[in-house]
C-alpha cells in the first residue's frame, strides 16, 4: 500500500504540533530579548541604508537639475565644487560637434553669508550662470532667473540649513528683497529655490556670473567649472561623448549627465570614508543580532536536550531537529522585521525633521533588509543546532 503524500501542514508543523513556537514562547524573558535584538539589527540596517540613499540623493541633488544631457569638466575635477576648471574655449569647440546645439558655463566657489537674523558669517556655496539662458530644469528656477540680470541679486536655496537665519520669514515680511552680504559685497535676495544641502555645503544661493565676479574676484576670466552641453532631441549622447572625446585635449573630461552623477556618487562613496563607515555600520548590526540570535537559540537546544535525545532515540533525524530550529529562526526573523521597520521609520522621521535629510522607506531595502535578517538567523540557528547534531543519547541518559 503506498504511503499517504504528508500535507503543507504536517511538513511544516512535524507530529502536529507547533513545537518551534512552544519552545520560543516557552520563556517569555528570552523570546522577548531575542526580538529586542533582532529589532535592533534590522532598525540599524534599514536606517543606515535609508540614511545613505539620503547622503547620495543630496550629492546629485544640484546635478540632476542640469538641463543638459552632456557634461564637461576639467581633467582634475574631484567632485562638484572642487577642481581647477577648464579654458571655456573648449565649449566653443564643442558646437562644432553634430547633435550639439547649446552649450552653458556654470561657475562653483564658496563665499561668506551674512546671516540675515544675527549678522554672523558662514560660508555658502555658489552656482553661477548666465541668466538669460536656460540651464537649469527647475521652473522655480527658469521662473526667477531674470531677476539676476542685476548685479547683486541672488537667488536663495529654501532647503538651506538654518545657521544662515531664518530667510523664507525674512522674505515673506520684507516689502523688496532681503539684503545681506557675501564675501563681503552687497547682496539681495530676490527669490527662493529649492536645491538642498549636500556633503561639501550646508546652504546654496544662485546668482549671475557678473556677480559672482565681484564677490569671487579671484574666479579666473575665460574659466569655467562645469560645462553643460544640450544636445539634439533624439541624439545619442554616448556617441557625442565619444567624438567629443576625439577633438577635445586631454585637459577635459567629457561624459553623459548619467556618468556624471554616477562619478559623483563613486567618489563620495569610494574616496571617502562614508561608504565604509555605512557599510561597517550594517555589518556590526548584522553581528550583533546573529551573536543574540545564536545565544538564545543554543541555550534553547541545550534545556531541551534530553527531550530532543528523546526523539532521537526513537528515530527521528537530524534533519527534523535542523527543521525545528530553522523555523525558530523564522518566526524569530519576522518578528524581528516588524517592530525593527517601524522604528527605522521613526528614525527616518526624525531625521527628515531636525536634519532636513530625504530619508525614506524604500522598497529595495525593505526586501534586501528582510533576505538578511532571515539569512542572519538562520545561519545562527543552524550553528545552534551543531551540540544537538554532534549528541549521542545514550550519553545524555
Not at 211 to 235: N, Y
Request: with cysteine; glycine share 8%; net charge negative.
Amino acid at each position: 500500500m503506498a504511503a499517504r503524500k504528508k500535507s503543507l501542514y504536517e511538513k511544516l508543523v512535524p507530529l502536529g504540533i507547533p513545537l518551534a513556537w512552544m519552545q520560543l514562547t516557552s520563556e517569555g524573558k528570552r523570546f522577548g530579548v531575542a526580538i529586542a535584538g533582532i529589532t535592533f539589527a534590522v532598525a540599524m540596517m534599514l536606517f543606515q541604508m535609508g540614511l545613505q540613499n539620503a547622503l547620495f540623493k543630496q550629492v546629485v541633488g544640484p546635478l540632476l537639475l542640469l538641463d543638459g544631457e552632456v557634461v564637461m569638466v576639467g581633467d582634475n575635477y574631484e567632485y562638484f565644487g572642487v577642481g581647477r576648471g577648464f579654458p571655456q574655449v573648449r565649449l566653443h569647440q564643442a558646437r562644432a560637434v553634430e547633435d550639439v546645439i547649446d552649450t552653458n558655463i556654470i561657475k562653483l566657489g564658496t563665499s561668506s553669508f551674512k546671516n540675515v537674523d544675527t549678522g554672523q558669517e558662514r560660508d555658502i556655496f555658489i552656482i553661477a550662470f548666465d541668466p538669460s539662458k536656460d540651464v537649469f530644469l527647475p521652473e522655480d528656477i527658469k521662473s526667477q532667473q531674470n531677476l539676476l540680470k542685476r548685479d547683486g541679486d541672488v537667488l536663495f536655496d529654501d532647503l538651506s540649513r538654518s545657521q544662515y537665519g531664518n530667510v523664507a520669514k525674512a522674505f515673506g515680511r520684507s516689502d523688496g528683497d532681503v539684503r545681506t552680504e557675501i564675501g563681503g559685497k552687497r547682496a539681495d535676495i530676490v527669490g527662493l529655490i529649492e536645491i538642498g544641502p549636500t556633503f561639501a555645503a550646508d546652504g546654496n544661493v544662485m546668482m549671475s556670473l557678473q556677480t559672482f565676479a565681484e564677490v569671487w574676484p579671484q574666479s579666473s576670466a575665460g574659466v569655467a567649472d562645469v560645462g553643460v552641453i544640450k544636445l539634439r532631441e533624439g541624439a545619442d549622447a554616448d556617441a557625442v561623448v565619444a567624438r567629443l572625446k576625439k577633438i577635445c585635449p586631454t585637459d577635459v573630461k567629457v561624459m553623459t549627465k548619467n556618468n556624471f552623477i554616477q562619478a559623483e556618487k563613486d567618489y563620495w562613496s569610494v574616496r571617502t570614508p562614508i561608504g565604509f563607515v555605512i557599510g561597517a555600520s550594517m555589518a556590526v548590526a548584522i553581528f550583533v543580532g546573529a551573536v543574540i540570535v545564536y545565544q538564545i537559540l543554543y541555550t534553547d537546544v541545550s534545556d531541551h536536550i534530553p527531550e530532543y535525545a528523546t526523539l532521537k532515540a526513537i528515530g527521528f533525524s537530524d534533519k527534523f531537529f535542523i527543521w525545528i530550529i530553522v523555523q525558530e529562526s523564522f518566526i524569530l526573523s519576522i518578528l524581528g522585521f516588524i517592530p525593527g521597520m517601524l522604528l527605522a521609520e521613526l528614525l527616518y522621521y526624525l531625521t527628515r525633521t531636525v536634519a532636513n535629510m530625504p530619508t525614506e522607506m524604500s522598497v529595495s531595502s525593505l526586501v534586501i533588509v528582510f533576505v538578511l535578517s532571515v539569512s542572519m538567523c538562520t545561519v545562527a540557528g543552524l550553528l545552534a543546532t551543531r551540540k544537538l547534531r554532534n549528541a549521542n543519547p545514550a550519553d545524555i541518559f
